[in-house]
Each structure stands twice: as structure tokens, then as C-alpha cells.
């Protein structure tokens, strides 16, 4: 099977959300190759010396070096058979400078001290020719160099060290629970990635990093061969920043209710087997009446909509237009941001955006720009307090230093700001999801994330689900199907009427958040607690084709 | 270098496969140079320059496969290549699906290669930023934008006796403007191999003419309207339809293909009789690849013949199992138009709305393929054959079959790039009846 086959035959269910775009262009290698080592720490602070010097020769006023192997294992079964199992590396050093104010970037496989020095030179001469056509030059906020250090994701179980034989055998007996109890497709796979990046800058910097990160999933479908109708209902696991503990089924990281739900560990196969009932209800489910309903919304589901309609809006570089050609702008601003009273939700809104957070997706202990990582508020008490900002952009929002939230998808792409983990901080007050249904008269509860749009400004914005449950006073009455809601991010936040405890909170998260051109994938978390939004515009989506 | 030519690439590849002993083996060269500038607020932001050179080897026991890559070229490492991936092979759990290699094929080169766009530099690159700058600050408006071009190749050789190797080139550009009130915003979009079709000004002007045309927008009551799609808007919308002209997941019984009681679409009539998309490798506007990684050699298809479903790709395992020959989807899609100019178009148009770009196109429901999105970057009303002033953007939930059905007219194809995959196609700008709008956005 080619890669692009293997990419065509994964991409099931949410199709390209499935696989980061940094894979892509990955090559296969062996599994013991991805265990060994790679090159020494101490070979690659003689390359990046090596590096600086040269850059620093030619012109450069900083540079940084960033020599990367990233590894990524797909193992992808489909009903009672293998589909494909790939190791993948991609080895190589990425070079920025600033010579003549301006940025250069240049990056190759060739990572041998010529191979190097010649890179560092290509990325002087791109920031010199871009230099011509660059209006002021570029700010980059003080960083004290930390000298050498390292960083490792707290992992209990490496993910790669696990067999592919094991790896297989879950996702096969998963696979047979489906098929036995009547779904007609299951797709499944469990993704493992491990960035291990070293950094060097001429402020003095050279950090080794080992970054972990895994996802195991499925879909599944059922098909009515008579009416041509089919439904699908995915894994209710999350892409995590964890070893393979993640998959250590634990009765104490489990919540009960209408389905179970996960937070930091995950039983696959009992998923699966829920997962099968409730595909089989989801086909004879009621298609929604449109209308407004009180939406309650499992943290499964809400990350995506806080992740579209939060954590896009306040980024930086959006708000100042550096996306506007490709992922668009955003409805805040640098005047909504100091005015200190820009009400962007409801009073029970409290958003953070954190780099540290344990198994988040987000979390490293220094960014792609040698700044240490860190925790602070962008909404706090429904007001915005503040954006995403890295150190060329620290000195507009007046900052003395960056965020610490600047990331490359691969040693083959320029870092620049990416979205931290962005998360809703639960109700203060204690309040179960039961509670909050208690009061609902006429509402629709939501697990499970599925279609999403929304506008290049992030007004507007419309998403689906996985499995919708109708509420009528108070109660739970049956599935329905067909669901999405429409509305507007200010609107809606403001319609936050509660937010369940932190005994209710989870994350939720995505390996391929989009942005940049050329367009790179980040990998990021978003938890809340569940919420309660009330009087969303809920649509039909059934047609006839 | 990362680049070798056809004699150079073959000699490489058949070195590499004199080492083999597995069943089967194949061996596969591929290199890109090439780089990018953004831009942003009239000055540039980020830029990039790139080089890669490497080769795969996929090695086969019986139905067990494997592959191992490397970027060192010495005969050591060469060797030791071959080896890994044999003894991951070894290892491989058996797929049943697999398919034999295929042997060697006759096929036509095709023009993808244009000796100017592989010539473009750092310089050239900023250079042509440069001038689409200057129309910017020109018109008062704030540019932000993109330019790449790539100089690629690849080659494959297996045991069988394929070989193929293609080289090409490509250069993408787009631009988007706004004014300085935040109130009006336009883009252009321009994808080629040949940078000499290139004119970052004449885009960058249309870019700048939607900005201030659009600026300080109407509200109109969501529903059903008569759109024309401009080619880019067309594109974005249809992509995401193209990708499911495939036979197992329409015979499987979960893509818009299938046809209720079981089975695909093949031979209905599912839209409009104007409607005629394929593929075509030679044509001069898009020339693309004449040959596949499967060792198929790529010629002309036709998805929709005069509306009816007519051809949809069979994977060698899926035409295997369903006794039909093996139809290869197509790296390239084109779809006839009209002789109308888009002014044309428009002046034929008693009541609509002008479309200039769609964005962020998800799907809602694959069985009927619901998409939804939204305009952007210039949205007028037209009135009896004018555009008498902009609009607020919208959001739709259409559907592209829907949409295909509902065709009023078509105009003069051209060549179009996708606003998310970059991808080039060739797609005439269309008059569509009853496309569902289902909410206002702010967003300018």
C-alpha cells in the first residue's frame, strides 16, 4: 500500500482530523529504528554551534536552531483485518535567523556540519531578499537563555516500546465486539507520535526535548441496505499528551450516566461496546423538530466549539491580521482587549490558556523558541483579559516577555504562534450534569464532537455531534439525529447558564489544528466541565439527494 | 542537488534494486526545492526555503509488505535499506487486500514541467510580493499573502519492470485585501506550472477591487437565492465532492454514491445534463502526472458524462473482488463550462447573489453530502442583471449534488485553485438555482 492509500483508507470518519499534516510528509522507517536513540545530545550542540557561527557570519543578528526527529507509528484495522501498520521518521535541522531586521528561514535533511552551516547561510540570504520589502523591523521580546536543559513528557508506558502485535490484538478484539453485535463497518486505529527536538538559540539556549503523544479510535457505522440511510458514531477517547497508560481501563477515571465518558484513562473496548448500542439507536432515532433548545454540552463535544470560537479568536496574530490571507481575522481587537470590559460571555465564563497542563496535548516545557512555558487567563469572569502572544508580537500587547506559544509542525516548517491548550474552568458551585438537566424543559444533550464551521472572523459558527439525546422537563427521552446548532461565539457564551462541577471535568483535543501557509498542523487540548448554554438555534440537516 | 533527472534517476533506482531478494520489490526516488514568502500588513512575515531528497523501498513476501526510507545515497546505506526493509517485511502482519506489483507500461509524458519556475529564487519570490505590495498601498487597502513555488520529481522502478519518473513545477499565489475600517475585504487566487502566467498585480488589482467594493455591506433575509459561484468559490464547493467518486465506499453502502437497496449510482442520471466532469492528464491547462504509483498509466476518465454517473475509480483489490476492470482515480479534474464571460453571466441574472469565495467547507451529512460554509471576501446582490450593491456574508447548507442538479448556466473554464487544498482544477464560474443560505455573519 502507498502512502497515499494508507492516508485514503485512514482517513475514515472526521476524514483529515484524524492524522496531523506533519505525518504526511514523514517517511517510513522500522520500529527498532525509532527506538534507538537517534543522534546524541552532545553531537547536536556541536551542529548548532556550528550553525550560529555561520549564521552569525553571515549577517544574522539571532538565530535559532531547531534539529528535530519526529516519529510517528499508525497501526489501522478495519472489521477482522490489518490495514496498515507505519512507522514513520523525519530527521532534519530548521534554521531562523534575523539579518537586515527581517525573518529567513531555511531547513534541510542534510544535518552534517556542512550540511548545516550551508542552511544557516540560505536562511541569511531569504531574510536579506525579504528584508527589502519589509516595512519595520522585527521585535523580538528579551529571552534569557537558559543554558543546557531538558524536558520530558511525564509518561509512564512509551507508546512506541508497546508491540505492534499488542497493539493489533486490541484494536482486532474491539473491532469483533462491533461487528458481533450488528454495525456493518468499524474503523480503528491507534496513532503514536513522539517529537524529540533540540533547540538552540543565540541567546544562549540548548534544550532537548522528548515530547509524547498518542490517540486510539474507531468509527463505526451501520447501514439500512433497504432506505440507502447509514449512521456513524466515533470513540469518545481523546488524543492525549500520554504514553500507553492511556489505555489502562481505571474505574475511578470513568463517569457514568446516559454513556460512559472518559477522563484520564480510556477502556476501549467497553467504548466500543456502547458505541455499538447507541449507532443501532442513532439510525431508528427521531430526526430533530428545528427550533431553540437549551444545549447541554458533554466536555467531548464542547472542546471543539471552544476550540473554533475561543481559543482561533485569540490568537494574536489573527487579531492583527498576519492570518487574513488564509485562516482569517478575528471579531476581537487590541481597543475590545484594553477597554477591560469587553463581555465576552456570561459571568460563569473563565477561559485559561495553559502550556503545562498533565496529558494535555499542549504541554512541553519550553515552545519552539526557547521560552519557558506557563498558565494565564483570557477570559476571566466573562470579561477578555488578554491573547496568545509569542516574542515578535509580546512588545504590541505591551508585554515584556512571550507566552511561551510558538510551535513548528516539523523541523521542515518556520515556527510561529500556535494555540496553548485553551480551556473552560468548571462551575464553582457544585452541580452534577443530572442537576443541570433537572432544570431543562425543552433541551437537547450533546456527547461527542462532529461537523464544525465557522466564519474567518469567528462570529458565526455551526456544529454537529456525535450522539444527541432529547430533554424534556428535566428528563432524558430518547435519541434524536440531524442535529446541528447555529449561532454567534458572543451571543452564545453569554447564553452560559451553568457549568458542572470539577468532579464532571475532561479534556478533549485535536493532533491537527490548521493554520499558516504553508499550512501546519498543531496538536492541542481543551477541557471543560459539562455546560449549559440556553436558547440555541438547533437546524435540521436531513436532504434528499 | 535534490533533483535528478530521468537517466540519472533510473540508474539510481536500478543499483538499488539489484540488492533485492524479496518476492517483490520497489523502489522510489522522490525530491522537491523549492520555498515561500508570507506576507502580511504590506510587509512580509515569514519565509522559507526547502530541500529534500529521498528514497523508499518497499519490499514484498507473499501478501506481507513493508517499507524503509532513507535519505543517504553511498552503497553501504543503500544496501543496508533494502535489507531493513526485507526483514520488516518478514515481520509484517499479512494483508489480505494486497495487491502484485504491476510490470512495465507504455505511457505519454505530459507538460509539467516549465524550466522558468524552476528557475524562480528568493529574489524572484520577493520581487513579485513586492509589486502586488505596491497595488495594495496603491488603493489604501492592507495586503496579506502567499506565495510558493516547488520544483519536484519522482520516480518509481519495481521488480515487475515498471518505471516511471515525472518531474513538474508549481507556483501558487493568492492575496487578500481589506481597508483600513475592517468594513471591506477581496482575494485572487492564481495557481500554475508555468510562473510566466503569473501576474501578481493583475490578481492583486482584482483583489483590491473586491475590498473597496464590498465595503460597508447590506444584510439580506437568509433563504433560498440564485447564486454565481466564481470559479474559486466553484472549486472549494466541489472538491469536496470529487473526492467520492469512488466505487467501495458507494458499494459499501456509506458514501453519496451508494444507491439505496445496495450497489452504486453508476449510470444514473444524478445532475444536470450541462454537467461534465473528468480527468485528463494531457490537457494543456492542467497537465498533470500520466502515470500512478500503482503502475497504471493515466489517461482521460469521465466521472459525469451529460449528468449521469459514468466511470467511478476502482482500487485493483475492489475491481478484483467485483470482476471489473481497475479504473485508477485521476490526479487531475476538470469540468466543461460555457462561452459566458462571468459579466456575462451576471448580466443574464434578473435577481442573485455573486459569490466570490466560499470558506471553511465542512461536511454535515455524507449521505446526502450536506456541506456547510460560508461566503467571503466579496458577496454582492445583483438585480436585473447588475451588481447593485454588497452584502453580508452568509452561511449555506448545500449540497454540491443538489447544486449540480440546480444548474442554470455555466461559463468559460478556467483555472482555479482550491482555498484549502491548494490544489489546481479546472472549473468554470456557474449560475445556480435555490442555494440554501441558513444564517447572517459579522464577519467581514
Known amino acids: 500500500m502507498n502512502r497515499k492509500d494508507f492516508l485514503r483508507n485512514t482517513a475514515f470518519g472526521a476524514g483529515a482530523f484524524m492524522i496531523p499534516r506533519s505525518m504526511l510528509h514523514a517517511t517510513p522507517i522500522e520500529i527498532q529504528a525509532a527506538l534507538n536513540g537517534g543522534m546524541d545530545v552532545a553531537t547536536k550542540k556541536i551542529l548548532a554551534d556550528v550553525a550560529l557561527a555561520a549564521a552569525k557570519a553571515k549577517g544574522a543578528t539571532y538565530t535559532d536552531v531547531r534539529i528535530g526527529r519526529y516519529l510517528n507509528q499508525f497501526v489501522v484495522t478495519r472489521e477482522t483485518r490489518v490495514q496498515n501498520v507505519a512507522n514513520t521518521e523525519s530527521f532534519g535541522v530548521g534554521i531562523r535567523v534575523i539579518a537586515n531586521g527581517s525573518w529567513g528561514f531555511a531547513s534541510s535533511n542534510n544535518v552534517t556540519k556542512e550540511g548545516v552551516a550551508k542552511t544557516a547561510e540560505r536562511a541569511v540570504a531569504v531574510a536579506k531578499a525579504n528584508a527589502k520589502i519589509l516595512d519595520a523591523p522585527v521585535q523580538l521580546a528579551p529571552q534569557k537563555g537558559y543554558g543546557e536543559v531538558s524536558w520530558k513528557t511525564p509518561i509512564e508506558k512509551n507508546a512506541f516500546e508497546v508491540p505492534v502485535k499488542e497493539k493489533v490484538e486490541l484494536l482486532l478484539a474491539a473491532n469483533a465486539v462491533a461487528m458481533k453485535g450488528g454495525v456493518n463497518f468499524v474503523n480503528s486505529a491507534i496513532l503514536a507520535v513522539n517529537e524529540q527536538k533540540y533547540f538552540a538559540s543565540s541567546d544562549g539556549s540548548y534544550i532537548d526535548q522528548d515530547i509524547h503523544r498518542m490517540f486510539p ?131 460563569l465564563v473563565n477561559i485559561v490558556a495553559d502550556k503545562l497542563q498533565y496529558g494535555s496535548l499542549g504541554a512541553v516545557g519550553y515552545d519552539d523558541e526557547g521560552v519557558g512555558t506557563k498558565k494565564w487567563d483570557i477570559i476571566k469572569d466573562g470579561i477578555l483579559v488578554n491573547f496568545q502572544a509569542i516574542r515578535d508580537q509580546a512588545h504590541m500587547l505591551g508585554m515584556k516577555e512571550s507566552h511561551g506559544c510558538c510551535y513548528a509542525q516539523s523541523w521542515n516548517d518556520v515556527q510561529f504562534q500556535r494555540m496553548p491548550n485553551v480551556s473552560l474552568q468548571p462551575g464553582k458551585e457544585k452541580l452534577s450534569v443530572d442537576d443541570m438537566i433537572k432544570n431543562v424543559e425543552k433541551g437537547i444533550y450533546i456527547i461527542g464532537d462532529g461537523s464544525f464551521s465557522i466564519d474567518q472572523q469567528r462570529y458565526n459558527f455551526q456544529f454537529g455531534g456525535q450522539s444527541f439525546y432529547e430533554v424534556k422537563n428535566g428528563k432524558i427521552v430518547g435519541m434524536l439525529k440531524d442535529v446541528a446548532y447555529q449561532s454567534n461565539t458572543q451571543e452564545f457564551w453569554n447564553s452560559c447558564a451553568a457549568i458542572a462541577d470539577e468532579s464532571d471535568y475532561r479534556m478533549g ?37 | 542537488m535534490a533533483l535528478l533527472n530521468k537517466e540519472d534517476a533510473k540508474a539510481l533506482l536500478q543499483k538499488v534494486l539489484a540488492y533485492s531478494t524479496a518476492d517483490e520489490c520497489e523502489v522510489s526516488l522522490t525530491g522537491v526545492e523549492g520555498g515561500n514568502i508570507r506576507y502580511a500588513r504590506n510587509s512580509v512575515s515569514t519565509a522559507g526555503d526547502t530541500s529534500t531528497l529521498s528514497l523508499a523501498v518497499r519490499s514484498v513476501y507473499g501478501k506481507k509488505a513493508a517499507f524503509a526510507t532513507i535519505n543517504e545515497f553511498d552503497d553501504v546505506s543503500l544496501k543496508k535499506v533494502v535489507k531493513r526493509s526485507e526483514e520488516l517485511a518478514q515481520l509484517a502482519p499479512e494483508n489480505p487486500e494486497y495487491m502484485p506489483m504491476r510490470g512495465a507500461i507504455e505511457y505519454k509524458e505530459s507538460k509539467t514541467y516549465v524550466a522558468s519556475t524552476a528557475a524562480i529564487t528568493p529574489d524572484s519570490r520577493a520581487e513579485a510580493v513586492a509589486k502586488s505590495i505596491k497595488v495594495t498601498k496603491e488603493n489604501k487597502l492592507e495586503a496579506a499573502g502567499f506565495i510558493e513555488n516547488k520544483n519536484t520529481f519522482s520516480a518509481v522502478l519495481n521488480s515487475k519492470g515498471f518505471f516511471g ?65 466564481e470559479p474559486v468559490a466553484a472549486t472549494y464547493m466541489l472538491e469536496n465532492m470529487f473526492r467520492g467518486l469512488d466505487a467501495r465506499s458507494a458499494d459499501e453502502g456509506r458514501s453519496f454514491m451508494s444507491k439505496p437497496g445496495g450497489g452504486n449510482r453508476m449510470g444514473e442520471q444524478l445532475m444536470d445534463e450541462k454537467v461534465n466532469i473528468y480527468s485528463d492528464p494531457f490537457h494543456p491547462d492542467l497537465p498533470d502526472n500520466t502515470w500512478n504509483s500503482e503502475g497504471f498509466a493515466l489517461d482521460r476518465v469521465n466521472w459525469i458524462e451529460k449528468g449521469m454517473v459514468k466511470n467511478l475509480s476502482y482500487s485493483q483489490f475492489w475491481a478484483q473482488k467485483k470482476n471489473v476492470a481497475a479504473g485508477p482515480f485521476a490526479s487531475n479534474i476538470i469540468m466543461d463550462g460555457g462561452t459566458a464571460t462571468l459579466e456575462e453571466l451576471i448580466k443574464g441574472t434578473e435577481r442573485g447573489i455573486l459569490v466570490s469565495k466560499l470558506w471553511y467547507i465542512r461536511l454535515v451529512d455524507a449521505q446526502s453530502l450536506l456541506l456547510t460554509g460560508l461566503t467571503r471576501d466579496g458577496t454582492f446582490y445583483i438585480e436585473n442583471g447588475q451588481i447593485k450593491y454588497p452584502i453580508k456574508n452568509m452561511r449555506f447548507n448545500e449540497s454540491p449534488v443538489i447544486m449540480l442538479n440546480n444548474v442554470d448556466a455555466l461559463g468559460k473554464v478556467e483555472r482555479s485553485i482550491s482555498v484549502e487544498s491548494n490544489r489546481s482544477y479546472l472549473i468554470p464560474p456557474m449560475r445556480i438555482r435555490d442555494f440554501t443560505f441558513t444564517s447572517l455573519s459579522d464577519a467581514v
Not at chain 1, 431553540?292 to 454540552?297: F, G, M, R, T, V
Not at chain 2, 481597508?179 to 488589482?205: C, M, P
Open chain 1, 509 to 545: 483535543g485535536a493532533f491537527n489544528d490548521g493554520k499558516g501557509q504553508p499550512g501546519q498542523s498543531n496538536a492541542v487540548s481543551h477541557g471543560s466541565s459539562t455546560t449549559r448554554f440556553n436558547g440555541v438555534n438547533v437546524i435540521n440537516t436531513a436532504r434528499k439527494i
Open chain 2, 165 to 229: 519518473y515525472n518531474k513538474s513545477t508549481d507556483v501558487i499565489f493568492s492575496v487578500t485585501t481589506r481597508n483600513q475600517e475592517g468594513t471591506g475585504s477581496g482575494y485572487a487566487a492564481r495557481g500554475f506550472n508555468d510562473v510566466n502566467k503569473l501576474d501578481t498585480v493583475a490578481a492583486t488589482r482584482i483583489a483590491a477591487q473586491k475590498a473597496n467594493g464590498s465595503a460597508n455591506a447590506k444584510a439580506i433575509e437568509p433563504g433560498k437565492y440564485t447564486v454565481i459561484l
Open chain 1, 217 to 347: 479510535n474507531f468509527n463505526l457505522t451501520k447501514i439500512d441496505v433497504a432506505t440507502g440511510k447509514f449512521e456513524s458514531i466515533k470513540s469518545l477517547s481523546s488524543p492525549v499528551g500520554m504514553g500507553y497508560e492511556y489505555l489502562n481501563a481505571d474505574p475511578s477515571e470513568k463517569l457514568g450516566g446516559v454513556v460512559t465518558r472518559y477522563k484520564n484513562r480510556y477502556d476501549m473496548m467497553e467504548d466500543i461496546a456502547n458505541a455499538t448500542e447507541g449507532v443501532k439507536q442513532k439510525i431508528k432515532a427521531k430526526s430533530v423538530e428545528p427550533g431553540k433548545y437549551d444545549l447541554i454540552l458533554d466536555p467531548s463535544h464542547l472542546m471543539l466549539t471552544i476550540h473554533e470560537s475561543v481559543a482561533h479568536p485569540t490568537e494574536l496574530d489573527r487579531v492583527l491580521g498576519y492570518e487574513a490571507n488564509y485562516a482569517g481575522t478575528s471579531f476581537l481587537s487590541l481597543e475590545k482587549l484594553h477597554s477591560n470590559k469587553f463581555n465576552f460571555g456570561s459571568k
